[in-house]
């Protein structure tokens, strides 16, 4: 662990139980964990599901910004045992979920290992992701893709709304 602050961002979705129950959750878990705070969160968005098959209830999604100490492995490692404790389980690929906790962008790093790809593949190719990203840090930027609010028209033709 490093003792230098990185800015991160974290994506939420949730379809099943209370997803602002589990988003206010994951925010009080994010905060809690060691050398890192919260320094802002989006609204939450209704989106419906992508990729999935079969019928599946629409999902909440939200953006989160923090300040970290800790380096991605860690931290990703702590979003899925922030998930489990929120109920989150995997019976199968695309399953609809409690809580889901995407780590997006850690500062500029490029990772590309197993089980960790940074930036996060395919954001800049889903609305649910850059629609809150850009509320709450409209001058980030996805390493080696782009600034976000250049990305949006991109996503343009995807349904969102604002809760």
Known sequence: MSSTLVRAY??????????????DCAIQALSALHGTRVVAFSSCYRTAPVGVEGEQPDYTNAVIAIDTTLAPR?????LLAIEHAGGRTRDYHQAPRTMDLDL???GDAIVDEPGLVL??????QRAFVLQPLAEIAPDASVPGIGQVTDLLPGVADQQISRL
């Open 119 to 124: 930036p996060h593949p395919r954001m800049h």
């Open 74 to 78: 860690p931290l990703l490692e702590s």
């Open 10 to 23: 974290v994506a939420f979705g949730a379809n099943l139980g209370e997803p602002r129950a589990a988003l």
């Open 104 to 106: 997006l962008l850690h």
